[in-house]
């Protein structure tokens, strides 16, 4: 049987320590790149993926697996990184399982100080993107006068506010975490892992949090609770905390729907929030 294409390119691209050993290549489908588990002779299942041009994915995991061996970040929070050129990724491959928003909303405590190490990790930040506000100059799908101004307003917001900074995940969907399967013997809750670092940026710790209402379609009050947990985790007290990650909601929605759009991805689930929000605001102005 032929091996598909994908898979031979990935094989082909691996360095010869890891093709001798080769057993298995499986294709990990829902990748925006070429991505494959392989199988090496002691069964050591790895993680290998091709790089696009200019990522950071690989410099961010390697100054995260630096950083872990002298702090408190879990072994098990982030891949370990085994092997990357300037095209190929190989990590470690996670134990685990993707959750949806019930398991979320089940654990948001041990969720949000997972997240709130990942924020305040001490890596050099120097060379790691910094997160952008929109400006509608830049955007191309054709929103609506009242989400163009709603969008106005939020930069305004979040202008105005006080920024909490720190190294940023930068796209939370559930197909990059994992709820982790539990160690032998251990007595706590499983934990979480964080894979796909591909859009790791500098910027408010918020905008994750936003990530997370809009992929999980958290209702506000479930919204406020994540971010309540949140400043529980990281100690943070503004009162204006929820307020703000309310307006950084507002902008992931357009900025995901607008790169959708461009990309010819599907964006249902951007303009759904985008449109749930603006019949709340015609609500409100109403009321």
């Known amino acids: 049987m ?3 294409p994908v898979e031979q390119a990935l094989v082909d691209s691996l360095p ?9 290549v499986y294709t990990v489908d829902k990748s925006r790149h070429p991505a494959a588990f392989i199988v090496l002779q002691d069964r050591q299942s790895l993680f290998v993926k091709q790089l696009s041009a200019h990522s950071v994915e690989a410099d961010v995991l390697a100054r995260l697996n630096r950083y872990r061996r002298g702090s408190c970040l879990s072994n098990r929070l982030l891949p370990q990184l085994l092997y990357a050129d300037s095209t190929l990724l190989i990590t470690s491959k996670i134990a685990g399982r993707h959750f949806g928003k019930s398991e979320l909303l089940n654990h948001l405590p041990a969720f949000a100080r997972c997240l709130h190490l990942i924020h305040k990790a001490d890596i050099e930040l120097a060379g790691i993107p910094l997160l952008a506000l929109p ?5 191309t799908f054709p ?3 009242t989400a163009q101004q709603r969008l106005a307003r939020a930069v305004a917001e979040i202008t105005a506010g006080q920024g909490y900074t720190g ?9 990059n975490l994992f709820q982790l399967l539990p160690e032998a ?3 706590t809750d499983a934990g979480f892992a964080f894979i796909d670092w591909e859009f790791a940026q500098v910027g408010d710790c918020r905008w994750d949090l936003a990530t997370l209402a809009v992929e999980f379609k958290l209702a506000r009050a479930e919204f406020r609770d994540l971010c309540a947990a949140y400043q529980s985790a990281s100690g943070i007290a503004d009162p204006r905390f929820f307020e703000i990650a309310e307006a950084w909601a507002w902008v992931y929605a357009i900025v995901s729907l607008d790169w959708a759009y461009q990309n010819k991805q599907p964006y249902g689930r951007y303009l759904s929030y985008i449109k749930a ?3 709340l605001l015609s609500r409100t102005a109403s009321a």
């Open 2 to 4: 032929a091996t598909p």
């Open 16 to 24: 010869s320590a890891y093709r001798k050993q080769l057993t298995a």
């Open 135 to 139: 400006s509608m100059q830049t955007l």
């Open 277 to 279: 929000n603006e019949a």
């Open 143 to 145: 929103l609506s006068e």
């Open 167 to 175: 190294l940023l995940h930068g796209d939370l969907t559930r197909y």
């Open 185 to 187: 013997g251990a007595q």
